[in-house]
């Protein structure tokens, strides 16, 4: 292990749920873990959550996979990390619209189950037995995945962290990186200058920025993000699933007496807020008739890191960049894979092979996909 304060084997820059996972599995690993987060830990896009996850992402196995991989770490994280989550079982309903759309859904489930994911392929009927507030003529068919949970997301957070201190792992909040040199190691701050055989760049948002400080390209940035809920709809608690709307990106999910609602529609303009707010006004009626005349009002509004695919970037640079390791732009499922993606960053580190086809999350992926 190293003598000095500032020398260390692992540096992580970001210290939100992805980034004290990658802290709590390489210290776990015996690997000397420094992690620097310039607020506190959890604060940023973490918190800025639905506080649920899920394992089923339809048109993405890739993404269901990592999902899947880290569901057992769930169960077992209240007896292993000490910390409740309050994991509670949730489901998520997938609702198809037309016969073409569930024709190529239903295409790629057998793919999904391959990966682990548990899923069950429902009628109009069904589904609206799961979900009773859905307009039966407007589905063709359904995919059910009872792997969706509702979960305290600040209680992840400081269970990986602890536990990674336990381990011997140094967490600082409140500390700033301003310069980054991918050839020795060396990361300045405000606290002072590191040096690392390794720095992971988990920095969410700011992950492109970071990266630019040494001369590296990432392809993600910062994007608003709002979650919306209606007003009161019913006298009593509204146990709905998490309902996701494809065609649409249109997401449901019962909250108390009211909905919670959200659009996957992301744009990197600024200034789109208005015009994505009156989306979800006209959207939510399409498919919940009783909901015409309903408001909504905004829930909590924040910044998720976002690529051009849509998925993570996690891998490890080239070159002169090969100290450099990154696990960012999750647009939002951070928390579904951050169990896994602690356990990648470490096999990469370490020089062993993951067990995941990381090209979907590769550098490359995402620069082709990057509008022209």
Known sequence: MPDRKNQTELLIIGGGVIGVSIAYHCAKAGIDVVLLEKEQFGT?????TARAFRTYFPKKV?????????LAEFRSFAEKMDTDLALAELGLLTVLTSPEQAAEIEALLPAHREVGVNLELLTADQACEYNPWLDPDTIEAAVWSPDSYRLKPEAMVKGYADAAEKLGARLLSGTTVTGLDARTGEVTTTRG???ADAVVIAAG?????????????LPVWGQFAELLHTDPISESDTDTPFTFHPVSGLKTMGMGKSFLVGLERISKQKGMRDIWFKAAVDELPKWYPKLENVEL??????????????????????????RILFAAGFTGHGLAHAPITGRIIRDLYRGDRPG????????ATNLAAKPA
Not at 44 to 48: D, G, H, I, L, N
Not at 307 to 321: C, D, F, N, W, Y
Not at 356 to 363: R, T
């Open 44 to 48: 940023a896009t973490t918190s800025q």
């Open 62 to 70: 890739h993404d269901s996979e990592l999902a899947a991989l880290s």
């Open 193 to 195: 200058d590191f040096t």
């Open 205 to 217: 948002p700011w992950s492109g920025e970071v990266a630019k400080l040494t001369g590296m390209e």
């Open 297 to 322: 009002h905004s829930a909590w509004t924040g910044t998720l890191d976002v690529t051009p695919t849509k998925s993570a970037l996690i891998g490890r640079g080239e070159g002169e960049h090969e």
């Open 356 to 363: 995941v086809d990381l090209s979907p999350f590769s550098v």
